[in-house]
Nanobody, 128 residues
Framework: QVQLVESGGGLVQPGCSLRLSCAASGGTFSYIAMGWFRQAPGKEREFVACISWIGHSTYYSDSVKDRFTISKDNAKNTAYLQMTNLKPEDTAVYYC?????????????????????WGQGTRVTISS
């Protein structure tokens, strides 16, 4: 079975950047898309970004659009989330996940209910 492992989180000041990685290992990688979600303390898991694994289509939540960039390396079965101009409200545990659904940013692509494999998460803290 495929396992996902996130890395790259940490504590940074507002305005700084971080790059998260999500590496898939084991099993047969066959996801249609990969997504990043985040969960802040006391809040529900929130969609951040997703990317089609076959093509290059991407989709972002309004809260991170123009600041975050999702990308992938098919050969390495790894997804990335480049985060710039980080804000305190970006503080959360960030999770990557794989899904067999892709509707170009529609309900299936942005709902955590349709992602069936999750990493353990990496903590991102934005504070001065």
């Amino acid at each position: 079975q495929v396992q996902l492992v996130e890395s790259g989180g940490g504590l940074v000041q507002p305005g700084c950047s971080l790059r998260l990685s999500c590496a898939a290992s084991g099993g047969t990688f066959s996801y249609i898309a990969m997504g990043w979600f985040r969960q802040a303390p006391g809040k529900e898991r929130e969609f951040v970004a997703c990317i089609s694994w076959i093509g290059h289509s991407t989709y972002y939540s309004d809260s991170v659009k123009d600041r975050f960039t999702i990308s992938k390396d098919n050969a390495k079965n790894t997804a990335y989330l480049q985060m710039t101009n980080l804000k305190p409200e970006d503080t959360a545990v960030y999770y990557c996940a794989g899904t067999d659904y892709w509707d170009n940013g529609g309900y299936y692509s942005t709902s955590h209910h349709y992602y069936d494999t999750w990493g353990q998460g990496t903590r991102v803290t934005i504070s001065s």
